[in-house]
T-cell receptor
Framework: SQQGEEDPQALSIQEGENATMNCSYK?????LQWYRQNSGRGLVHLIL?????REKHSGRLRVTLDTSKKSSSLLITASRAADTASYFC??????????????FGKGTKLSVKP | EAQVTQNPRYLITVTGKKLTVTCSQN?????MSWYRQDPGLGLRQIYY???????DKGDVPEGYKVSRKEKRNFPLILESPSPNQTSLYFC??????????????FGPGTRLTVT
């Protein structure tokens, strides 16, 4: 099955710096979603980008999607200590029988130091 | 308040004792799903449902059952739990869009320990 894989596994930066996380996947998709999780809690949806979109913004978040490379990136600008969390990408495939079978990556653990 | 609720939040049980984790959403979402989260393995989908009476296996369905008799509820059943089902479980729901499922709303999680 397709698999979202985030890179890097862990990222440590200073407050005010930008954080970039990458996600790669294996098969064609309907959409790709990014989520945030604070330790042990439920995931919170950040952005959904459809396969026919190339870039999306939401506040300090910018997501790009390159379907030819089967990859996406999440950029958090001017990071804050409160951005410390794990970030996951998830893909919804469009192959026959795979719609709804959301595949999550293993996540990037971001630490923002004050 | 729009939300996904799960019960119980914490459960310690013994091998072989049947249990059910309930999941309910109040947003009239068509799509619901169960995931388990284990250290180093990320979230893995157990089962999902595109609508009432429609359920499909995810990536790790073995040892689990689900049902979707009504739109708001999607219980997860472990008929004979084993220690390898010790995990953090999440339920989620979303709208179904043309061309895929939408943004997932997650419940708070159920931490299950099977001894």
């Amino acid at each position: 099955s397709q698999q979202g894989e985030e890179d890097p596994q862990a990222l440590s930066i200073q407050e005010g710096e930008n954080a970039t996380m990458n996600c790669s996947y294996k098969t064609s998709i309907n959409n790709l979603q990014w989520y945030r999780q604070n330790s042990g809690r439920g995931l919170v949806h950040l952005i959904l980008i459809r396969s026919n979109e190339r870039e999306k913004h939401s506040g300090r978040l910018r997501v790009t999607l390159d379907t030819s490379k089967k990859s996406s990136s999440l950029l958090i600008t001017a990071s804050r200590a409160a951005d410390t969390a794990s970030y996951f990408c998830a893909t919804d495939g469009n192959a026959e029988g795979s719609q709804g079978n959301l595949i999550f990556g293993k996540g990037t653990k971001l630490s923002v130091k004050p | 308040e729009a939300q996904v609720t799960q019960n119980p939040r914490y459960l310690i049980t013994v091998t072989g004792k049947k249990l059910t984790v309930t999941c309910s959403q109040n947003m009239n979402h068509e799509y619901m799903s169960w995931y388990r989260q284990d250290p180093g393995l990320g979230l893995r989908q157990i089962y999902y449902s595109m609508n009432v009476e429609v359920t499909d296996k995810g990536d790790v369905p073995e040892g689990y059952k689900v049902s979707r008799k009504e739109k708001r509820n999607f219980p997860l059943i472990l008929e004979s739990p084993s220690p390898n089902q010790t995990s953090l479980y999440f339920c989620a729901s979303s709208l179904s869009e043309a061309g895929g499922v939408g943004a997932q709303y997650f419940g708070p999680g159920t931490r299950l320990t099977v001894t």
